[in-house]
């Protein structure tokens, strides 16, 4: 019977690659926080599949997540499925050896495989008045997704086919536009910073 005054442990599921590819390794985060802000450092995070197979463990490491207190964790190596399609797998962690008890954790993430890409699109993106690069820019393409660097480019490896490209970050206006992928190819896109309504409107 679960110890009712047992501390409870949310698990964050951060960093999947865009998205996985059939056969390949990935990497994934995953953290454990603990709501009495116990110390959850080497505490052993597994994830498994839909069969109950474990595809990847580690340990928590020594220190928490930059800007949080008690966010622990670990980066995990997996093998990406052999099959293409959609899959929801668990991440777990049973902590042991703490001194107060800690009910078992447990989390589901979704995910789909992709069969190998053909082809790179390399977006750079530019503010249009100061005509200079913009970095953190989240690019989407279909399920495919990346995130540009401090030159304003990501590059995004994908099959041929037409796909909406949207660009978005906050504080600018998101910008959609159809692409049709046949070879490698480069796209530059201009942003414009977000227009701030005059008053303020208040929902009723």
């Not at 009712?4 to 951060?14: D, G, Q, V």
């Not at 393409?141 to 099959?159: F, I, M, N, Q, W």
């Not at 490209?165 to 504080?171: A, C, D, I, M, N």
Request: a negative charge; one cysteine or more; charged letters at 20%.
């Amino acid at each position: 019977m679960p110890d009712a005054n047992a501390h409870e442990i949310s698990l964050a599921i951060w960093d999947l690659p865009s998205p996985p590819v059939v056969n390949r390794r990935s990497k994934i985060k995953v953290g454990g926080n603990c709501s009495g802000g116990c110390q959850l450092a080497d505490q052993e995070i597994e994830i498994r599949n839909e069969a109950g197979g474990t595809v990847a463990n580690a340990k928590l490491g020594p220190a928490p997540w930059f800007g949080t207190s008690a966010l622990y964790w670990a980066e995990l190596d997996f093998a990406a499925p052999a099959a293409e399609g959609t899959y929801s797998w668990n991440v777990g962690l049973t902590a042991a050896n703490l001194e107060l008890p800690h009910a078992r954790a447990s989390s589901q993430f979704s995910f789909i495989a992709v069969p190998p890409p053909e082809h790179t699109v390399t977006v750079k993106v530019i503010e249009r008045s100061t005509e200079t690069p913009v970095d953190d820019v989240q690019v989407r393409l279909g399920v495919y997704r990346g995130c540009t660097d401090e030159s304003g480019s990501a590059k995004v490896e994908l099959r041929k086919g037409v796909y909406d490209l949207v660009v978005w970050k906050l504080g600018y206006e998101p910008l959609t536009k159809a692409l049709e992928v046949i070879a490698d190819v480069t796209v530059e896109v201009e942003i414009e910073a977000a227009t701030e309504p005059e008053q303020e409107y208040w929902m009723g």
